[in-house]
């Protein structure tokens, strides 16, 4: 997800690309988030700070852990998200996959270590698929990494070419 961001300026990292809002740095924090609610909460290891938008007592509105406000910066939603992940690195390493925990908020409440890493591979997964759109959509960028973009290499030129021919096919099929 990190490298998904890098290289970006703030306000491509920060606009919404969707019509719902995505975006890179949203779904940086919302992955925060996650880590917490799978790994801290559930097991009773709690972090050593808090986050405003995760407050059970707070008016934080909905969709807040999905964009980042004026006062948050990108340099400090990357910092969160690397403690939560280190967080929940130490659970994992700590406890067994068939520890207990426990999630208030949905039914069966009782779940495992072991569920717990499925369903944050899971929201992983699903978020940096959205990623790889988001910017690909901003500067072409795409692929696992740097070093494998996970294309055929068929150069720009074949590219464009596949992408006007899908376009005639879809507009045909439209008809």
């Known amino acids: 997800m990190v490298w998904k961001c890098s290289g970006l300026s703030e306000y491509d990292l920060r606009r919404p690309l969707t019509p719902t809002g995505t975006n890179l740095l949203g779904l940086v924090k919302h992955l925060a988030s996650i880590e917490v609610g799978c ?68 039914e069966p409440s009782e779940v495992t270590l072991h569920e717990m890493l499925v369903h944050m591979i899971v929201e992983t997964e699903r978020h940096l698929g959205q990623a790889d759109i988001l910017r690909e959509s901003i500067d072409g960028s795409v692929g696992y990494y740097p070093a494998n973009d996970n294309l055929p290499s068929m150069g720009q030129d074949w590219w464009t070419a596949y992408r006007d021919r899908l376009e005639r096919v879809a507009r045909q099929a439209g008809r």
Do not use: Q
């Open 39 to 106: 790994f801290a909460w559930p097991f009773d290891r709690p972090l050593n700070e808090t986050f405003w938008w995760l407050e059970e007592d707070d008016d934080a509105e909905p969709n807040s852990d999905m964009w980042a406000t004026e006062d948050e910066s990108s340099e400090w939603i990357f910092s969160v998200y690397e403690r939560t992940r280190a967080h929940a690195d130490a659970v994992i390493e700590d406890l067994p996959l068939t520890a207990p925990g426990l999630v208030p908020w949905r």
